[in-house]
Nanobody, 115 residues
């Protein structure tokens, strides 16, 4: 079954850190550019970080310098290390390919940052 499954979210105070993980099927992970997306309450889902197969990364301005995307190609796992979290980072976080056209969206993982 082709899928992605996110984990690692939670409630954290502003300034805190979290590490998100995404387990993906090998068929969509291998060789693919992967991305982390987020959807704040009442807003559209947006791409915040992406990583190509060999490891080159890019970030949205809103998270640059605070978030780090990485991948373990042997285990088919995508990571997002988030530091210096702000209340405006509160959202449901999703992983998918980039562009997101090869696998259905997972349930995501909720990140809530309190002031």
């Amino acid at each position: 079954q082709v899928r992605v499954m996110e984990s690692g979210g939670g409630l954290v105070q502003a300034g805190g850190s979290l590490r998100l993980s995404c387990e993906a099927s090998r068929t969509i992970f291998s060789g693919s550019t992967m991305g982390w997306y987020r959807q704040p309450p009442g807003e559209q889902r947006e791409l915040i970080a992406r990583i190509i197969w060999r490891g080159d990364t890019s970030y949205a301005e809103s998270v640059k310098g605070r978030f780090t995307i990485s991948r373990d190609n042997a285990k088919n796992i995508l990571y997002l290390d988030m530091t210096s979290l702000k209340p405006e980072d509160t959202a449901v976080y999703y992983c998918n390919t980039n562009p997101p056209n090869r696998v259905a969206w997972g349930q995501g993982t909720q990140v809530t940052v309190s002031a």
